[in-house]
């Protein structure tokens, strides 16, 4: 059975650090691509950017690069999103997902972690 | 950057009703690159369609997609309680994009 399971909840101070993880199981996790999905408080979902643990190629989307760090470790298929100084306004729920890349295209993400909620607050 | 925008923002039903959903993009969503995904309260999103009228696996058969290039439909043939929920578009070729969803509320 594939699972998706992310670290536990979080409440960071401002200008904190912060690494979230996603465990992959069930599949091989060096073929497939993992991305990292906010939703902020009663909005909808945003794209951040993908990682392939096969060889680490990182793909950002232009709102979060710079933002944030996206990394993967394949020895313990284990994906990570990373702030470097977290602010208020990342307070949100994050999911990761994954997702194929077939010689034929890609795949929409048919498996997602049950997310990690990030509170930021003084 | 491919904008995807939704409508209605919400729709009022009654179980049993019909459920339109639709999905517009600001340029041609290339191979049909076109996913949904219902989210309900507390939970994660659920992969419902992809490749614009493909159902995913468990996926009942009330649920179908249509559409190509920029306009795209979700259809919920006959609403069952547990459908009550808030549904998401997405483009997912190389830089995925979500459109802000329609909340498919009870009437």
């Known amino acids: 059975e594939v699972q998706l399971v992310q670290s536990g909840a979080e409440v960071k101070k401002p200008g904190e650090s912060l690494k979230i993880s996603c465990k992959g199981s069930?599949?091989?996790?060096?073929?497939?691509?993992i991305g990292w999905v906010r939703q902020m408080p009663g909005k909808g979902l945003e794209w951040m950017g993908i990682?392939?643990?096969?060889?680490?190629?990182?793909r950002y989307s232009p709102s979060f690069q710079g933002q944030v760090t996206i990394s993967a470790d394949k020895s313990i298929s284990t994906a990570y999103l990373q702030w470097s100084s977290l602010k208020a306004s990342d307070t949100a729920m994050y999911y990761c997902?994954?997702?194929?890349?077939?010689?034929?295209?890609?795949?929409?993400?048919?498996?997602w972690g049950q997310g990690t909620l990030v509170t930021v607050s003084s | 950057e491919i904008v995807l925008t939704q409508s209605p923002g919400t729709l009022s039903l009654s179980p049993g009703e019909r459920a339109t959903l639709s999905c517009r993009a600001s340029?041609?969503?290339?191979?049909?690159?076109l996913a949904w995904y219902q989210q309900k309260p507390g939970q994660a999103p659920r992969l419902l369609i992809y490749?614009?009228?493909s159902r995913a696996t468990g996926i009942p058969d009330r649920f179908s997609g249509s559409g190509s290039g920029t306009d795209f439909t979700l259809t919920i043939s006959r609403l069952e309680p547990e459908d009550f929920a808030v549904y998401y578009c997405?483009?997912?070729?190389?830089?995925?994009?979500f459109g802000q969803g329609t909340k498919v509320e009870i009437k």
């Open positions: 997902a994954r997702q194929g890349l077939l010689w034929s295209g890609w795949l929409p993400f048919d498996y």
């Open positions: 990682i392939y643990p096969g060889d680490s190629d990182t």
């Open positions: 997405q483009q997912y070729g190389s830089s995925p994009e």
């Open positions: 340029q041609s969503v290339s191979s049909s690159y």
């Open positions: 069930g599949y091989s996790f060096t073929s497939y691509w």
């Open positions: 490749g614009a009228s």
